[in-house]
């Protein structure tokens, strides 16, 4: 069965520091995996997406992951953080055949000046 | 402007009553999904559509019903049967129903049983 975990459910970073949103999934077969940003009382935006094509996954904002088999890892960083980025942010496995996602628990990030 | 919209914003129910969340989107996609949200438990997927007329359960649909008889409708009942039912609720659709294509998400409802 497939799942992921996103290890840390807050993490803060002070404005201009790396931002490191950890996630790990388990997939029998190769996986497509997604980040989502998601603002107080709104719906989620997707930040990129990885489809196999490339290991290092570049999105919006600013944001890229990397894709590692070895470690069943699709970590989310950004260089510098901007207050703009405190939000929650969800990893997602997509799930046989039919694009059933799996979330993880998500992971609130706060960004102090 | 093409996207997902979902109404009401806020909804709330009196127990034992039915309620129906509404999304629509405008972006000829054949598949949308519903997701219900509840801190600290990520989204957890209700029913989906890969095309009109069809729908499948997803891993918590006791207690919902929906339908599908416009392609760009999908909207949820949250029936007398859901005994905890506050929570924020998403809608979603994609291009097709195969693995990867992009979910994309409407801005939610947020029902609050009193």
């Known amino acids: 069965a497939q799942s992921v975990t996103q290890l840390g459910s807050h993490v803060s970073v002070s404005e201009g520091a790396l931002v490191l949103l950890r996630c790990n999934y388990s997939?029998?077969?190769?996986?497509?995996l997604f980040w989502y940003v998601q603002y107080p009382n709104q719906g989620l935006q997707l930040l990129l997406k990885?489809?196999?094509?490339?290991?290092l996954v570049k999105g919006i904002n600013g944001f890229e992951a990397e894709f590692k088999k070895s470690e069943t890892s699709f970590h989310l960083t950004k260089p510098s953080a901007h207050m703009s980025d405190a939000a929650e942010y969800f990893c997602?496995?997509?799930?046989?055949?039919?694009?059933?996602?799996?979330f993880g628990a998500g992971t609130r990030l706060a960004v102090h000046p | 402007d093409g996207g997902i919209t979902q109404s009401p914003k806020y909804l709330f129910r009196k127990e034992g009553q039915n309620v129906t969340l509404s999304c629509e989107q405008n972006?000829?996609?054949?598949?949308m999904y519903w997701y219900r949200q509840d801190p600290g438990q990520g989204l957890r997927l209700i029913y989906y559509?890969?095309?009109?007329?069809?729908?499948q359960k997803g891993d918590i649909a006791e207690g919902y019903s929906v339908s599908r008889e416009k392609k760009e409708s999908f909207p949820l009942t949250v029936t007398s049967a859901q005994k905890n039912p506050t929570a924020f609720y998403l809608c979603?659709?994609?291009?097709?129903?195969?693995?990867?294509?992009?979910?994309?998400f409407g801005p939610g409802t947020r029902l609050t049983v009193l």
């Open positions: 979603a659709s994609s291009i097709g129903g195969t693995g990867g294509d992009t979910q994309y």
């Open positions: 997939s029998s077969v190769p996986p497509y």
């Open positions: 990885y489809t196999s094509a490339a290991t």
């Open positions: 997602a496995v997509s799930r046989g055949g039919y694009n059933k996602l799996i």
């Open positions: 972006l000829n996609h054949d598949a």
């Open positions: 559509s890969q095309i009109v007329n069809d729908f």
